[in-house]
């Protein structure tokens, strides 16, 4: 098609080859015609008399048994009906995201308000773990200083004995 488009237009450009020439060119392009019934008393693809006005198609999409025959006025009405359609399904689908996107901001304000709670409870937690670390540490001492007393008033008891038996 570029060949075929620079050939055309290289042709195009030269002065001497006149208006006819660019007539037939543009033809040849497949611009022209466009909207013009067929020449035979035939219609598209041979339907002779079907009643139908059908346009010649050069753009290469065929047309569907919706499109065939039908005038620009109504393919226009259907796809402006389509397009209405289309736009009211996104508006349902808006108002969904909408919906969700809501919900996703409560779930993330929910979890945020739990992940609070849970520091605070973290928080306590390591406080009452220090609180019991140093109440063990200070069982510790105490039952180790009273050990040590036990051992203190034997001893005094057995010096309190000595000194009696040998004074007695």
């Given at each position: 098609?570029?060949?075929?488009?620079?050939?055309?237009?290289?042709?195009?450009?030269?002065?001497a080859s006149g208006v006819a020439a660019r007539?037939?060119?543009?033809?040849?392009?497949?611009?022209?015609?466009?909207?013009?019934?067929?020449?035979?008393?035939?219609?598209?693809?041979?339907?002779?008399?079907?009643?139908?006005?059908?346009?010649?198609?050069?753009?290469?999409?065929?047309?569907?048994?919706?499109?065939?025959?039908?005038?620009?006025?109504?393919?226009?009405?259907?796809?402006?009906?389509?397009?209405?359609?289309?736009?009211?399904?996104?508006?349902?689908?808006?108002?969904?995201?909408?919906?969700?996107?809501?919900?996703?901001?409560?779930?993330?304000r929910e979890v945020t308000q739990q992940n609070?709670?849970?520091?605070?409870?973290?928080?306590?937690?390591?406080?009452?773990?220090?609180?019991?670390?140093?109440?063990?540490?200070?069982?510790?001492?105490?039952?180790?200083?009273?050990?040590?007393?036990?051992?203190?008033?034997?001893?005094?008891?057995?010096?309190?004995?000595?000194?009696?038996?040998?004074?007695?």
């Open positions: 098609l570029s060949r075929k488009y620079q050939g055309a237009k290289d042709q195009v450009s030269e002065p007539g037939q060119l543009l033809e040849d392009l497949g611009t022209t015609g466009w909207g013009t019934a067929p020449h035979s008393s035939e219609g598209f693809l041979g339907q002779e008399g079907s009643g139908r006005r059908v346009m010649p198609n050069r753009t290469g999409v065929m047309e569907t048994e919706r499109s065939l025959g039908v005038g620009t006025g109504q393919v226009k009405q259907e796809q402006q009906k389509m397009l209405d359609q289309q736009d009211a399904g996104l508006d349902v689908l808006a108002d969904i995201i909408r919906r969700q996107k809501g919900m996703g901001q409560d779930i993330f609070d709670l849970i520091d605070e409870i973290d928080d306590r937690a390591e406080n009452v773990n220090q609180r019991l670390l140093d109440t063990t540490s200070s069982v510790r001492v105490v039952s180790k200083k009273d050990r040590t007393c036990g051992y203190w008033v034997v001893i005094l008891l057995l010096f309190i004995a000595i000194i009696a038996v040998l004074f007695a």
